[in-house]
């Protein structure tokens, strides 16, 4: 159950998404996500799950690999629609004491949930088409401006935002999630073994049971970070300065292409929602002339 | 390729305030030379040191007294640090925790990406070097996926791929299952006859240094025993007193001496002693 967590493992497959540059899918997620909270119509939703559809039938991944991320969320998945179900105000669907149902809260339930889930799916899709390495490639050449800020700190010393090394510090969690997450399963099947109760108690208990979980874990961890640190020593690496790249990024006429799609999908869900107001607008348009009619007429 | 002189080394136990508290000699006074394209084998019970002088050669330990040179670098010269670790490669016990790539290419290519290597360069390199250890198809795998064996092989990959002229290997086989330890093993004879790299395999399996060159034998730090491994394995009874295993062939063949067999020392693998044995029943 705890290997179920998906985000931030690879998944190898020949597709157009894995091939294209890491910066177009970390863009593209990023507007993919600005775009769900953009779109407030069905239309607008409709239009953000054929595009999620489309994407994901391209990466050739399978689908259940997606859906396993989700199964991680979720218990905010249903608080947060929980919540919003019972407290937002409109008219009273239903009444149970002091639990309402309105019909805005249904709304904005729905919403939210479907919202949340596409986000996980979206940055799914992104985090098992591009390898870790690739990912923080990219996140590095996106950053590389920060380079040129610093932070004097006195008259020699600079302080420069880390760059490279953030970024070899993500790739490597990315990596080690998965084998952190296999060494938890294989901790609480050992403890299990020896009698721990995992699952039974309130909250509080359960939290105390965790701490034979947590500690072995958290001291394997860095055990291995220091086997890590050293064999990384081993092998010559000295930060970021004087490395050249095995896979150095390079735009190439499908990266723009995949920019061009991104960008028209964003511009046609934005132009859709303006279109939702303005058409309301124009509806609402001749009770509006009346008003200032009136109101010019109110001079007179 | 490689010469210690007197190294020692000690590790500190540090108090809560970062004092000295006691000291425990790993490494006590080590004479080796190990010359260029030779297969050395270190052996040794655990806490017998022989990790410890590994790091050496590497430079990730520094000596406390003596000194060790790398072909002809000396080792606490730190503007040299990087030439050596290039020249005297790594691979380490655990394989999951020196694999830094998401995929076997991506991690074969991180020493060479570190030395500053051309891209292209990088490539060719990857490519020579995943074939040298009969990984070529698996390199678009996720690591996590393989097999312990063949994650130690990726390893030896990375080391390979920077091009270095010794490889030092400390105890690659410990975590492993007797397929991987003798696809592992394979791999590095391979190396050293056909590439000519000098190889030093620590290790506590006695059935793998057979085919080592020279043995040394570490006890408390100390160089106890030396020599080719038929000298080493023909004294069995000072080997059981450094509490280490002989190979089940010898010990065969050590037993059936003492019971008055007249075979000769030193008989290393079980098909040795099958021979010799067909020849004593020939005799008599």
Not at chain 1, 80 to 95: E, H, P, S, Y
Not at chain 1, 253 to 281: C, H, K, M, N, P
Request: with cysteine.
């Amino acid at each position: 159950m705890i290997r179920d967590i998906t985000l931030g493992q690879y998944y190898p497959a020949k597709s157009i998404l894995h091939e294209l540059d890491p910066r177009v899918k970390l863009a593209a997620t990023m507007i993919f996500v600005i775009s769900l909270f953009v779109a407030r119509s069905p239309v607008g939703y409709g239009l953000a799950t054929i595009f999620l559809v489309l994407v994901i039938r391209m990466s050739k991944v399978p689908f259940r690999f997606m859906t396993k991320g989700l199964k991680s969320i979720i218990m905010l998945l249903m608080i947060t629609v929980a919540f919003n179900l019972f407290l937002v105000d409109g008219n009273t669907l239903w009444r149970l004491g002091f639990l309402r149902i309105t019909d805005k809260g249904v709304q904005t339930a729905v919403m939210v949930g479907i919202r949340l889930i596409y986000l996980i799916l979206g940055s799914s899709v992104m985090t098992l088409t591009t390898t870790p390495n690739d990912l923080t490639d990219g996140l590095e050449k996106a950053m590389e401006p920060l380079k040129k800020f610093y932070i004097p700190l006195g008259p020699l010393k600079k302080f420069r935002i880390p760059v490279h090394d953030m970024a070899m510090i993500m790739s490597i969690a990315l990596r080690f999630i998965p084998i952190l997450l296999e060494e938890t399963d294989k901790i609480m099947k050992a403890q299990m073994a020896r009698g721990a109760d995992f699952e039974s108690g309130n909250l509080i208990q359960k939290a105390k049971a965790m701490v034979p979980l947590l500690a072995p874990l958290f001291l394997s961890a860095f055990r291995r970070a220091m086997d890590l640190a050293l064999a990384m020593e081993a092998r010559c690496y000295r930060g970021g300065e004087g490395r050249t790249k095995m896979k150095p990024l390079k735009y190439e006429s499908r990266d723009r292409t995949a920019y061009g799609v991104i960008l028209g999908y964003f511009l046609i869900v934005t132009a859709i929602e303006r279109g939702v107001q303005i058409y309301g607008w124009i509806v609402a348009l001749p009770g509006r002339w009346m008003a200032v009619y009136q109101w010019i007429l109110s001079f007179l | 390729m490689i010469r210690a002189e007197k190294l020692t080394f000690d590790y500190e136990k540090l108090d809560e305030t970062g004092q000295a508290v006691s000291m425990k000699r790993a490494v006590d006074g080590v004479d080796l030379e190990v010359r260029s394209g030779e297969f050395v084998a270190i052996l040794g019970h655990n806490g017998s040191g022989k990790s410890t002088l590994a790091k050496h050669i590497n430079a990730i330990l520094l000596p406390t007294e003596g000194t060790l040179w790398v072909d002809g670098m000396d080792t606490k010269d730190e503007n040299r640090l990087w030439d050596i670790r290039q020249d005297a490669g790594m691979v380490f016990q655990n394989p999951d925790n020196q694999i830094i790539g998401t995929v076997v290419e991506e991690d074969v290519g991180f020493g060479p990406e570190n030395l500053g290597v051309p891209t292209d360069e990088i490539w060719r390199r990857v490519e020579e070097s995943l074939q040298a250890v009969g990984m070529l198809k698996y390199r678009k795998h996720s690591p996590n996926r393989l097999s312990g064996g063949q994650k130690q092989r990726v390893a030896i990959a990375g080391v390979m791929a920077m091009h270095p002229r010794c490889i030092v290997l400390d105890e690659p086989t410990a975590m492993l299952d007797p397929h991987g330890r003798r696809s592992v093993i394979r791999t590095v004879q391979k190396l050293n006859k056909e590439e000519q790299i000098t190889v030093i395999l620590i290790t506590h399996y006695m059935e793998e240094v057979i085919e080592a060159d020279r043995v040394f034998v570490m006890d408390d730090g100390k160089v106890v025993m030396q020599g080719t491994p038929k000298e080493i394995f023909s004294q069995v009874d000072r080997l059981k007193e450094l509490r280490l295993d002989v190979p089940q062939a010898t010990l065969v063949a050590y037993e059936l001496q003492k019971r008055g067999f007249p075979l000769p020392d030193g008989i290393l693998s079980n098909e040795e002693l099958v021979e010799e044995l067909c020849r004593l029943k020939s005799k008599m």
